[in-house]
């Protein structure tokens, strides 16, 4: 079933919940992945993880780091590497303006969700800044506050 935020032809592989917990999004970046055979096989199987991985502008081409898709047990011997950095297919605007916020102080580009659109593998980056302790509280706050008043509307109705 896809989210709210989705096209009916796009499927979830994974997300990255932490980092809406850890950063303040300020921008999101649609980018293509260049992945082999069994990374995308993988990827449809569902078994990817975004913890702790994030994306890095390196001579012009952005890649993405640390980010787990585990190997696929049918590729036998053509295997991949489960936490290789992968190149990042953006446009050259895309790319400029994202080196241009990384050089801002504070941010950061993190992936948010890797999904399927058209049966294309994409990966949705978020421009970022790091949250403080406080700001988090704030934030569960927030939420606790617009889920009772959630909850209250139901009930009256």
Same mark, same amino acid.
């Given at each position: 079933?896809?989210?709210?935020?989705?096209?009916?032809?796009?499927?979830?592989?994974?997300?990255?919940?932490?980092?809406?917990?850890?950063?303040?999004?300020?921008?999101?970046?649609?980018?293509?992945?260049?992945?082999?055979?069994?990374?995308? &096989?993988? #990827?449809?199987?569902?078994?990817?993880?975004? =913890?702790?991985?994030?994306?890095?502008? /390196? +001579? %012009?081409?952005?890649?993405?780091?640390?980010?787990?898709?585990?190997?696929?047990?049918?590729?036998?011997?053509?295997?991949?590497?489960?936490?290789?950095?992968? &190149?990042? #297919?953006?446009?050259?605007?895309?790319?400029? =303006?994202?080196?241009?916020?990384?050089? /801002? +102080? %504070?941010?950061?580009?993190?992936?948010?969700?890797?999904?399927?659109?058209?049966?294309?593998?994409?990966?949705?980056?978020?421009?970022?800044?790091?949250?403080?302790?406080?700001?988090?509280?704030?934030?569960?706050?927030?939420?606790?506050?617009?889920?009772?008043?959630? +909850?209250?509307?139901?009930?009256?109705?």
């Amino acid at each position: 079933m896809p989210a709210a935020d989705q096209a009916p032809g796009d499927r979830l592989v994974t997300e990255n919940r932490k980092a809406r917990h850890d950063y303040e999004i300020l921008e999101t970046f649609e980018a293509g992945m260049v992945l082999s055979g069994s990374e995308v &096989k993988s #990827l449809r199987a569902g078994r990817a993880n975004l =913890k702790d991985s994030y994306a890095r502008i /390196e +001579r %012009g081409e952005a890649f993405l780091w640390n980010a787990h898709i585990s190997p696929y047990a049918a590729a036998s011997h053509m295997g991949h590497e489960p936490e290789r950095a992968r &190149k990042l #297919l953006l446009h050259r605007a895309e790319i400029d =303006k994202l080196t241009g916020r990384v050089q /801002e +102080r %504070g941010l950061t580009v993190i992936p948010l969700k890797i999904y399927f659109k058209n049966g294309r593998a994409k990966v949705l980056l978020g421009v970022g800044r790091g949250k403080k302790a406080y700001d988090k509280r704030e934030s569960i706050k927030q939420r606790e506050m617009q889920r009772e008043a959630d +909850r209250a509307i139901r009930v009256r109705r």
